[in-house]
């Protein structure tokens, strides 16, 4: 994991202008935000009273000009979501930096996730399988407690959003590392959201599925080798198909959905569904 000097100012730019705010900011954590979901999410949220830290493998140079133009303070950290444990020290630390009584909310958003190599378990590399689980999994597990833990006593509202899949309540040969992290996730979540029922302000978890979305991921299902891959025509019928809904329209619709009264009503959710 690494730490440049400009990662290092924004992160003091943003908790310096959370201090001094007439009014109480409201902080967005976003994973996987350099490409893709994620960064349809953070250009969205570049908006005025937010404060926004973006976690990925690399960083979005024209994300950090919008944010700079519109002076809303966007920390992006370049960090390996496969070792997990560092990024969410690193993650409690950031978030000790801000005075919990003057923030409005607080919201992480558990995006980045990895594929794998579209093929029946056997055909996997163990390397593979390793970086999925963890990626997929195990990163969103320790954010989530890192967020929980050094936000327990804020006062304002708190939400956590994972992205997950059908394919989490749904098997598909091919990807079995896959539909196990987001089955983890959504198994995760529900206990999650039964602890956080029982405290003082607890904070509302939902894993939302988001629906078929042509991103990366989409591109690496519908190239995949037919022969190792039972599902590829499939995916490849929905590219073809125009049934792939865009980055931006969806993130306008998680984004919607996060905002609502109901948000947290029920831990297990879908786009799709009203």
């Given at each position: 994991m690494r730490t440049t000097l400009r990662e290092a100012d924004n992160a003091g730019r943003g908790?310096?202008?959370?201090?001094?705010?007439?009014?109480?900011?409201?902080?967005?954590?976003?994973?996987?935000?350099?490409?893709?979901?994620?960064?349809?999410?953070?250009?969205?949220?570049?908006?005025?009273?937010?404060?926004?830290?973006?976690?990925?493998?690399?960083?979005?140079?024209?994300?950090?000009?919008?944010?700079?133009?519109?002076?809303?303070?966007?920390?992006?950290?370049?960090?390996?979501?496969?070792?997990?444990?560092?990024?969410?020290?690193?993650?409690?630390?950031?978030?000790?930096?801000?005075?919990?009584?003057?923030?409005?909310?607080?919201?992480?958003?558990?995006?980045?996730?990895?594929?794998?190599?579209?093929?029946?378990?056997?055909?996997?590399p163990l390397p593979t399988l390793t970086l999925a689980m963890r990626a997929g999994l195990e990163?969103?597990?320790?954010?989530?407690?890192?967020?929980?833990?050094?936000?327990?006593?804020?006062?304002?509202?708190?939400?956590?959003?994972?992205?997950?899949?059908?394919?989490?309540?749904?098997?598909?040969?091919?990807?079995?590392?896959?539909?196990?992290?987001?089955?983890?996730?959504?198994?995760?979540?529900?206990?999650?959201?039964?602890?956080?029922?029982?405290?003082?302000?607890?904070?509302?978890?939902?894993?939302?599925?988001?629906?078929?979305?042509?991103?990366?991921?989409?591109?690496?299902?519908?190239?995949?080798?037919?022969?190792?891959?039972?599902?590829?025509?499939?995916?490849?019928?929905?590219?073809?198909?125009?049934?792939?809904?865009?980055?931006?329209?969806?993130?306008?619709?998680?984004?919607?959905?996060?905002?609502?009264?109901?948000?947290?009503?029920?831990?297990?959710?879908?786009?799709?569904?009203?």
């Amino acid at each position: 994991m690494r730490t440049t000097l400009r990662e290092a100012d924004n992160a003091g730019r943003g908790c310096a202008y959370a201090r001094g705010m007439t009014t109480s900011p409201s902080l967005y954590i976003v994973t996987g935000s350099s490409r893709g979901l994620g960064a349809a999410l953070v250009e969205q949220l570049l908006q005025p009273g937010h404060v926004l830290l973006g976690i990925a493998r690399g960083s979005n140079p024209a994300l950090q000009a919008a944010a700079d133009a519109a002076g809303v303070p966007l920390t992006q950290w370049t960090a390996d979501l496969a070792d997990p444990q560092p990024v969410a020290e690193r993650l409690a630390a950031w978030l000790a930096g801000f005075d919990g009584a003057r923030v409005a909310g607080a919201t992480l958003v558990n995006n980045a996730g990895v594929v794998g190599l579209p093929a029946t378990l056997g055909q996997v590399p163990l390397p593979t399988l390793t970086l999925a689980m963890r990626a997929g999994l195990e990163a969103p597990l320790l954010l989530t407690g890192a967020f929980l833990a050094a936000t327990g006593s804020w006062a304002g509202p708190r939400r956590v959003l994972n992205i997950s899949s059908g394919l989490g309540r749904r098997a598909m040969a091919g990807s079995a590392a896959y539909c196990a992290a987001k089955a983890g996730m959504d198994h995760f979540s529900r206990a999650v959201a039964l602890e956080e029922a029982a405290r003082p302000n607890g904070a509302r978890i939902v894993s939302m599925a988001p629906g078929v979305i042509d991103t990366d991921m989409q591109a690496e299902l519908r190239g995949a080798d037919a022969g190792a891959f039972p599902e590829q025509a499939r995916f490849a019928a929905l590219h073809a198909q125009g049934q792939l809904s865009s980055a931006a329209d969806c993130a306008r619709a998680l984004l919607a959905r996060l905002h609502r009264a109901d948000f947290g009503h029920e831990p297990i959710a879908d786009i799709r569904d009203a």
